[in-house]
């Protein structure tokens, strides 16, 4: 029985036609092949440089920190200074959007290769929240609170009980999560 069901499953699969590049690549794929190199083109953007350059300063040297950095930037989110690996530039006001299909493409290269005055730097940390900010239509505040409830919830409860000073008598990851909302991420 278990034979023949597997046989109608795969019967009633529709072949997935692959009009592009000889026939290996759907149209998602090829338009996910184009906005990966346009991507990979726009890390080499001289507006994109002048902006982390315009953000940064030379790094000071302090006991215990890194003594191969030469320069750090500024996050314009949280206004922290950063070394460059810990950077993004994001798209601002307008963000770069994404390629959906061919006639996409124009406009999205526009958005992408944008300039300077269309550019900040954020670090990571910021800028994955901003983004998830705009995808879910919250405000900042409210997408760095949920980030770091689904971080918690990521956290094994050892972990948890390391990074905050949880009461013994709290035993189930569920009330652990609670009470380190309730104390630490009150309006």
Known sequence: MALRKKNITKS??????????SGTKTEAELLSFIRSALRSKWLRWKPRGDCIAENSRPYVY????N?????EVLC???NNWFPVSKIEVDHYPVEAGSIRGFDDIGP?????FAETKNLRTVCKSCHSVHTYASKNKISF?????????????NKSITQLKKDYEIPLTIKKKSDIVAYIKEKYLHD
């Open 12 to 21: 009633l699969k529709q072949e997935v036609i692959k009009p592009y590049c």
């Open 62 to 65: 302090v006991e215990g920190g």
């Open 67 to 71: 003594k191969r950095q030469k320069k």
């Open 76 to 78: 314009n989110l949280c």
């Open 108 to 112: 999205f290269c526009k958005r992408l």
């Open 141 to 153: 505040e409210d997408a760095r609170r949920q980030k770091l409830i689904i971080a918690l919830n």
